[in-house]
């Protein structure tokens, strides 16, 4: 329980943290009913904003700890079922893991959201956690630390799409009209997007992992899709959890992956009609809005060919002299 002076401190520190966010800039976030502010050149929702600051304040990583850090809509979810069910796998089998009734985020938490809860009392028997903040806004316990981050981006194009249609399901479930697609491609365009500029994200990570490719490591979902079991070996292998070659002629990571495809975790009862931070007054997210199609290349269905080429000109002119291609 929250005592008298505990709750007046934290009203104090929220009332100063309405002062600040009162004076960024602002823009509308799609037909979200809630803005996005700007800060330090980066558009967060006042909740991301929050999180991130206190993560900076509080967070105390453990050398031991494995982030995963993305963008929203990058491949995050699929992320998390990876690694889990690698770290976990002789804890669980295939019928007791908790990925069957839980939700990928619901089992990995998000460092910026749970923190608070997490970073005093995380369960280190499963060292991972998530976050989309960009890199410069880690707290610096994590750097520090030296432990381990994992990075997954995509296709910028991929990536708008998917976010468009995460962000107008949030507005059907709160009975606000989303921006039309063209008018929410021009923001994204533009940089004003979750946690956007999208590219300003990418190269941050980039570039660390340039700096520190053993405790970095750079994925894209692309390569992921294209061959998920050699991808997933050396996720294991950078987690300090390699499989054994017993393990591999067993079939382990061909197991995993198949648990954590698209089609088996979309499928399961909890993804489909369960929900996501639900209670202590919160509605809580439909899961299934978590989920829409895992494909490469669905842009095709919802970009005109001009848009698609600005924004390969963009991506291009962006990344520019980075070594990275989109
Ligand atoms: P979030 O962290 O913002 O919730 P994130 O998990 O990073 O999103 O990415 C969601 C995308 O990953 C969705 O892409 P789409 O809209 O183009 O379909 C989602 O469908 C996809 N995704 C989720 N789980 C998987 C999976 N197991 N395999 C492949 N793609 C997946």
Redesign the pocket.
């Known amino acids: 329980m929250e005592s008298h002076i505990e709750k007046q401190n934290s009203d104090v520190l929220q009332k100063s943290f309405n002062e600040m966010i009162s004076t960024l800039p602002k823009e509308k976030c799609w037909g979200f009913p809630k803005d996005l502010h700007q800060y330090q050149g980066v558009w967060f929702t006042q909740r991301f904003l929050q999180g991130a600051l206190s993560a900076q304040q509080q967070f105390q990583a453990q050398p031991t700890d494995i982030i995963l850090c993305?963008s929203?809509?990058?491949?995050?979810?699929?992320l998390k079922?990876l690694t889990f069910a690698t770290i976990t796998r002789t804890l669980y089998n295939d019928s007791t893991t908790p990925l069957l009734c839980k939700m990928?985020?619901d089992v990995v938490p998000f460092m910026e959201f749970d923190h608070a809860q997490f970073s005093t009392n995380r369960h280190l028997g499963i060292p991972l956690l998530a976050t989309?903040l960009p890199y410069s806004f880690l707290p610096r316990s994590i750097i520090d630390s030296g432990c381990k981050l994992i990075y997954?981006c995509r296709d910028p194009k991929?990536t708008f799409?998917?976010l468009y249609?995460?962000i107008a399901g949030h507005c059907k479930a709160e009975n606000t009209q989303p921006f039309q697609l063209d008018e929410a491609f021009e923001l994204f365009y533009e940089g004003v997007s979750l946690n956007g500029p999208y590219w300003d994200h990418v190269l941050g990570y980039w570039k660390a992992s340039l700096e520190h490719p053993d405790k970095l490591m750079f994925l894209k979902?692309e390569e992921l899709?294209e061959d998920t079991v050699l991808y997933l070996k050396k996720i294991a292998e950078f987690m300090g959890y390699p499989f054994s070659s017993e393990e591999q002629q067993q079939g382990v990571p061909e197991n995993i992956v198949q648990l954590?495809?698209?089609e088996n975790?979309?499928g399961l009862e909890v993804n489909k009609i369960g929900k996501h931070r639900e209670g202590h007054g919160n509605l809580g997210t439909e899961n299934n809005i978590?989920?829409?199609?895992?494909?490469v290349g669905?842009w095709k269905n919802y970009l005109t060919t001009e848009m698609a080429q600005r924004l390969d000109q963009l991506t291009m002119q962006k990344l520019s002299g980075s070594g990275l291609s989109l």
């Open positions: 993305s929203p809509r990058t491949g995050t979810a699929w079922s990928p985020h989309h997954i991929d799409v998917s249609h995460f979902y899709v954590c495809s698209f975790i979309s978590f989920f829409r199609k895992g494909k669905d």
